[in-house]
Structures are given as C-alpha cells and as structure tokens.
C-alpha cells in the first residue's frame, strides 16, 4: 500500500473495524490490514491505514472518539 500511513493499530479486530468504519464515513478512505497470526489469533495486530495526504485529518476524527473505550 505505497502511499498509505498507518494510523492506528490494535490487537482487537472489532475495534479496527469501528475506526475504518469512522473514518470512511467521514469520507477519509481507510483500510485494514490483519496482521494477526492464522494459528495464533491472539498473536499480532490489526493495522488501519489511510492515504498519506489524508494522514493529519484521519488523526484529527481519531481525536473525537475515545479510542480507550472501544479497546475493552
């Protein structure tokens, strides 16, 4: 994904798919990447990536949420 950041990173996959979900909605293209080891579930992360030039404002709608909430 040449051109993309990551911007937010997370071992539960509900909550990665909450903050892409945020952000395209609020019209922020944003993708995620399962880094998660197949035999070990509880293993790696699930990564959000959004397009380099959209990098500040996708920080920006992370800001409005209370990202410590969603990773109970």
Avoid: H, R
């Avoid at 880094?35 to 380099?52: H, I, L, T, W, Y």
């Amino acid at each position: 994904m040449q051109d993309w950041k990551m911007i937010f990173s997370s071992s539960n996959l509900a909550t990665s798919s909450i903050v892409t979900s945020l952000l395209n909605e609020n019209g922020i293209p944003a993708k995620t990447m399962d880094k998660k080891d197949s035999a070990f579930v509880f293993m790696g992360k699930v990564e959000v990536f959004v397009p380099a030039n959209l990098e500040e404002q996708a920080k920006e709608v992370l800001k409005t949420i209370e990202l410590d909430t969603l990773n109970t």
